[in-house]
């Protein structure tokens, strides 16, 4: 049963999607698409197929990396070092709905698979091409990879502590934004098409999907040329905001308004801190927030994180644990509110894997319908529905054009 059969329910349901995306930021906005309901061809090269599939770790000889991020997907294999398995994704573009690409800035313009060339073909097709620093200005030509990214776009000299320096954020962020980013601009694509019949061109990057995110942190900087350094794990306008240490670890808390700050004062008994003028409002508490650290810390040390974190929830007053990830897999928040999955792998057998997080009513309690395919699994059936006959598809195996494993 083709994904679009089964599909029926989701939003995105009738549309063909061909993933020409390798590594994380294209791959994780098409799974997003594939998630929604639309039939994403993963389109890989032989004989290796996408280049993640070598990168370890790996569970039972498949990639971890590979399985994260190609869920809901089938697998069309073809070598595109020959002119005929160009040619054939050229001919499947003229059916498609949306193609994705990250490929360097000209690779597509090379293999005559740019915006220019696969639209003359199919006007209604929408494009999106995700680079690592766009496709114009003095670094687009440059090689894009994420911690790259998060250097050149400000957002590591914002992240880290005062003795480390800056910070790479610890998942790959400048790829996974630059994926979500490029999935708001298809979905907008598509409503615009409704009402022009035609497709367009959508284009982001690393480096912009990140400095999009810079939000208050930019603002301050380009209103009052204010610079902000490494922010740690305290919130940069709002005190007391962040890690705290109880007596079995750190926990977040956010004491963010005066209310909550006075039910604070009540909760550990400093009310002489209420009305006292270094602490009365969040101005005065940020210009001594060390001070303010440490008295909370010396309190907060003689419990633990999870007993604060119930005594302050109690009080509506923001607080939360901070986990480790076995830890997050085995909470029974995580648990009952279904954010992990299990799914069938040919290879695997049961399968957990992280759902997509939005709840709606087409998903039926469930987002991850398939398992991220075996390299060319689904060659022969892919083929089949663009129009090519049996006989097409075993000469295109027989001169290697095309690896199913089917």
């Avoid at 020409?20 to 698409?33: E, V």
């Avoid at 610890?170 to 694509?189: C, K, S």
């Amino acid at each position: 049963m083709t994904n679009t059969q089964n599909n029926k329910a989701l939003p995105l349901t009738g549309l063909k999607v061909l993933d020409l995306t390798r590594a994380l930021a294209g791959p994780f906005s098409a799974m997003i698409l594939a998630d929604l309901g639309a039939d994403v061809i993963k389109i890989e090269p032989t004989p290796n197929g996408e280049m993640v599939r070598g990168w370890g770790p790996f569970q039972d000889g498949i990639s971890v990396y590979y399985l994260s991020i190609h869920r809901n997907k089938r697998s069309l294999a073809v070598d595109f070092r020959q002119p005929k398995g160009l040619e054939l994704i050229r001919n499947m573009a003229k059916q498609a709905d949306i193609i994705i690409e990250n490929f360097k800035p000209g690779v597509m313009t090379d293999m005559k698979m740019d915006y220019a060339a696969l639209s003359a073909l199919n006007p209604r097709l929408i494009y999106a091409s995700i680079t690592g620093f766009g496709n114009t200005g003095p670094y687009g030509s440059w090689p894009g990879m994420d911690q790259i990214a998060q250097g050149m776009s400000g957002l590591m000299s914002l992240t880290g502590q005062a003795a480390t320096g800056p910070t790479r954020v610890g998942i790959p962020i400048g790829d996974v934004v630059g994926g979500m980013w490029a999935t708001m601009g298809i979905q907008a694509a598509i409503i615009q098409r409704q009402a022009t019949g035609r497709g367009q061109l959508v284009e982001t990057s690393l480096l912009a999907g990140l400095i999009g995110l810079l939000t208050v942190q930019g603002q301050r900087q380009l209103s009052l040329g204010d610079t902000p350094g490494v922010a740690g794990n305290d919130h940069p306008v709002i005190c007391p905001y962040g890690m705290f240490e109880a007596s079995d670890g750190p926990f977040n808390m956010a004491a963010a308004t005066e209310d909550m700050w006075v039910k604070l004062c009540q909760l550990i008994g400093i009310e002489d801190w209420i009305t006292h003028p270094d602490f009365k409002d969040n101005a005065s508490r940020c210009k001594h927030r060390e001070q303010v650290k440490e008295r909370l810390n010396k309190i907060f040390a003689t419990r633990k994180k999870m007993e604060w974190t119930l005594e302050l929830v109690k009080l509506s007053i923001p607080a939360g644990p901070i986990l480790t990830l076995d830890q997050v897999f085995k909470d029974p928040h995580i648990v009952e509110t279904g954010l992990v999955e299990e799914v069938d792998h040919p290879k695997l057998g049961k399968l957990k894997l992280v759902g997509n997080p939005l709840k709606m009513e087409g998903f039926g309690g469930k987002t991850v319908r398939t398992a991220p395919p075996e390299l060319g699994a689904d060659s022969r059936e892919v083929l089949q529905e663009y129009g090519l006959s049996d006989a097409d598809i075993n000469t295109l195996i027989a001169e290697k054009i095309i690896q199913s494993t089917h």
